[in-house]
């Protein structure tokens, strides 16, 4: 069973899909960590502009990461992000079986952020970053409503411990 994690960026997505995975045996597997620890020249420069990497490098880098642990057992984050992106994950043979969204209010979002202390996270660009997860969430959830995933929406208000208790609950 494949799971993937979708929220606004600084939602607790990554850090509830880590715990998940881990107490599931799952592999969490992240765009924005694949991209972080990448060498690459173009996506260093995209990185630090805080701008998103292109679609095609993201599903060609997304897909190496698939091809090289298997396609079960996986716990999505960040990715996909788009309705282009579901549609290549899905021709891959990757089935989604559940998505849950970590909800938090963009107050929250923008707090989160400047704690989180990254470089990029000024509070315009949260801002900004969570306009265009919003713009594509519908588009994501629709296309993985119509492939039969189970949609689930979690609090992402309260402490780790709460969220995640909230999230295994969900995830049975």
């Given at each position: 069973?494949?799971?993937?994690?979708?929220?606004?960026?600084?939602?607790?997505k990554s850090t509830?899909?880590?715990?998940?995975?881990?107490?599931?045996?799952?592999?969490?597997?992240?765009?924005?960590?694949?991209?972080?620890?990448?060498?690459?020249?173009?996506?260093?420069?995209?990185?630090?502009?805080?701008?998103?990497?292109?679609?095609?490098?993201?599903?060609?880098?997304?897909?190496?990461?698939?091809?090289?642990?298997?396609?079960?057992?996986?716990?999505?984050?960040?990715?996909?992000?788009?309705?282009?992106?579901?549609?290549?994950?899905?021709?891959?043979?990757?089935?989604?079986?559940m998505i849950v969204?970590?909800?938090?209010p963009i107050e929250?979002?923008?707090?989160?952020?400047?704690?989180?202390?990254?470089?990029?996270?000024?509070?315009?660009?949260?801002?900004?970053?969570?306009?265009?997860?919003?713009?594509?969430?519908?588009?994501?959830?629709?296309?993985?409503?119509?492939?039969?995933?189970?949609?689930?929406?979690?609090?992402?208000?309260?402490?780790?411990?709460?969220?995640?208790?909230?999230?295994?609950?969900?995830?049975?």
């Open positions: 069973m494949n799971i993937l994690f979708l929220g606004a960026p600084s939602s607790g509830q899909g880590q715990i998940l995975a881990e107490t599931r045996k799952m592999r969490w597997i992240s765009s924005g960590e694949l991209f972080r620890q990448s060498e690459r020249p173009e996506i260093k420069e995209i990185l630090k502009k805080a701008q998103l990497v292109y679609d095609e490098i993201t599903n060609e880098m997304m897909i190496a990461e698939i091809e090289r642990s298997g396609k079960d057992g996986i716990i999505f984050d960040g990715y996909p992000r788009n309705r282009f992106q579901a549609e290549t994950l899905s021709k891959s043979g990757v089935k989604i079986a969204e970590v909800a938090v929250e979002i923008i707090k989160r952020a400047k704690e989180r202390g990254r470089e990029q996270d000024t509070e315009d660009i949260v801002r900004e970053r969570v306009e265009i997860y919003k713009r594509y969430r519908d588009e994501i959830v629709d296309f993985y409503r119509q492939e039969g995933s189970e949609i689930i929406e979690i609090d992402g208000m309260g402490s780790i411990e709460e969220i995640s208790k909230k999230v295994e609950e969900a995830t049975r």
